[in-house]
């Protein structure tokens, strides 16, 4: 029998539904999940430690908010992903749990607590998230670039990844955020082009992909990095294509996980892609010339980012030498 937590209702009498807008959707038919997506249910001392410092600083991550699979492994670990300017999305994607809905007013004073809770938690790398704002005239870039600087004052050792929206429509809101200088300016393309309509309705693939584009014209320096979702009902060849539009973007670093299904409103799953699988997509993808490859069924955007992060530097110093 398979199971999923209901996501979808309000979670007390008199709240807002938290996906209203997939309230009237038919159930999708729910696969059960192979062995090898099965993981271990959060409790040890340091996920609750790492729980108390986020709820201490009144932080949301997207750990919780995406239901992400590997939150008891990296929670342990003292690694959570921050996800800034809300809890609530103004796009409605067909894959996410995020909450969807118009936002509150932007906090000012988040950029602050983030930076402080980084520096208490002792993180060598940070990845910080942040929900569409789509009601704001920058997109929320000004707020993303804060939260950088931020970071950059209270904890000056931690390097800093960031995982941003599309700015769709924003006219160059992004400089903004790519002139703060993280590390690594993440965007996902999250699926192939002939999905977008069905998966990421509120999203243009195109768009996404010259987002990453625009970051290396700016600051070559900056590493760029893209993950996709398979087990959506794309074809391999459609994957491989996007492989390559993402090195003719520049992308530095690819992440290909499997799409699990949150509630059974949401898109269903196509099919479970198997490990061998991934294993040949690693091996495409480091064919094509990516610098860092991380393809797995539970590889996330975040999952692992302080080492892959060590990995890109060492792979990037390595190809420097050879060019030299």
Known sequence: MVTLIDTLKARVPGERARHPEKQNRPDTPVLRKPD??????????QYNETRAIVREHKLTTVCEEAACPNIGE??????ATMMIMGEICTRACAFCNVATGMPNPLDADEPRR????????????????????????????????QVVLAIRAAAPGTTIEILTPDFL???????????????????????VPRLYLKIRPGARYYNSLRLLERVKERDPSQFTKSGLMVGLGEAKEEVMQVMDDMRSAGVDFITIGQYLQPTRKHAPIDRFVTPEEFQAYEAIARAKGFLTVSSSPLTRSSHHAGEDFAKLAAARRALDLKSA
């Not at 090898?36 to 001392?45: K, M, T």
């Not at 990296?74 to 690694?79: D, E, P, R, V």
Request: glycine share 8%; charged share 30%.
């Open 169 to 191: 429509r924003k006219d160059r809101a992004e400089n903004v955020v790519i002139d703060a200088r993280p590390d690594v300016f993440n965007h996902n393309l999250e699926t």
């Open 36 to 45: 090898w997506l099965r993981v271990r249910a959060p409790g040890s001392g």
């Open 114 to 145: 983030v930076g402080e809770a980084v520096a208490k938690m002792g993180l060598k790398h940070v990845v910080i998230t942040s929900v569409d704002r789509d009601d704001l005239a920058d997109g929320g870039a000004l707020h993303f670039a």
């Open 74 to 79: 990296c929670w342990s670990q003292k690694h």
